[in-house]
């Protein structure tokens, strides 16, 4: 089906029990509606599913937490303008790394973002309490959190909001 609003194909493959759907919508910044549906024949004719390209394509980008610590400290605490200005957005964006690398990473390193839970920050921060450092646990909690809300794109769930500090926060004595 073409039309004013793009391309719409179905077919049935082989080792697909649903029908398979590809959609493209048309305009001067697609390429047209022909030369899409074109393509989408062809990729189906030849047993290509075109939306597990687009699903593969969304696959390369990281989400792990290890590689989004790293992807937060790059674009959210250092910035854009880091390489060329050496200024930094957050001032204290090495704290912030030297933290997330010390108790979140170790614990999570590996496990993709959508599968962290509030229980497993609770525990990242009862240990590093239960290790004498209460402060430390308020502080990491608190980076924990910023890195969570960057982290998220709505609708999702917000990892974190709900906890409180994980010790009471102890006012400075000058």
């Known amino acids: 089906m073409c ?9 049935r493959m082989e080792d697909h029990a649903a029908p398979l759907h590809h959609s493209s919508g048309s305009g001067p ?10 393509a989408a024949k062809g990729k189906i004719a030849n047993d290509i599913d075109p939306q597990s390209e ?5 696959r390369k980008l990281s989400d792990d937490v290890d590689g989004l610590v790293k992807q937060f400290i790059e674009a959210e605490c250092k910035g ?7 200024k930094a957005e957050w001032h204290s964006w090495e ?19 959508h599968h962290v839970t509030d229980t497993d920050i ?8 239960a290790g004498g450092h209460p402060q430390a646990a308020n502080t ?11 982290c998220r794109k709505p609708p999702q769930r917000l990892i974190a909001v709900g906890l409180e500090n994980p010790a009471p ?4 004595k000058w």
């Open 3 to 11: 039309g004013a609003d793009g391309v719409y194909l179905q077919a």
């Open 29 to 38: 910044f697609l390429g047209g509606c022909a030369g899409q549906a074109q």
């Open 54 to 58: 687009k699903t593969k394509e969304k």
């Open 80 to 86: 854009a303008d880091f390489a060329k200005t050496g």
């Open 95 to 113: 704290l912030v790394e030297a933290s997330l690398n010390r108790y979140l990473v170790p614990a999570l390193g590996s496990r993709s973002i």
């Open 122 to 129: 609770a525990n990242i921060t009862k240990k590093i309490v």
């Open 140 to 150: 990491a909690f608190w980076y924990m959190r910023a890195f969570f809300n960057w």
């Open 169 to 172: 926060i102890v006012k400075r």
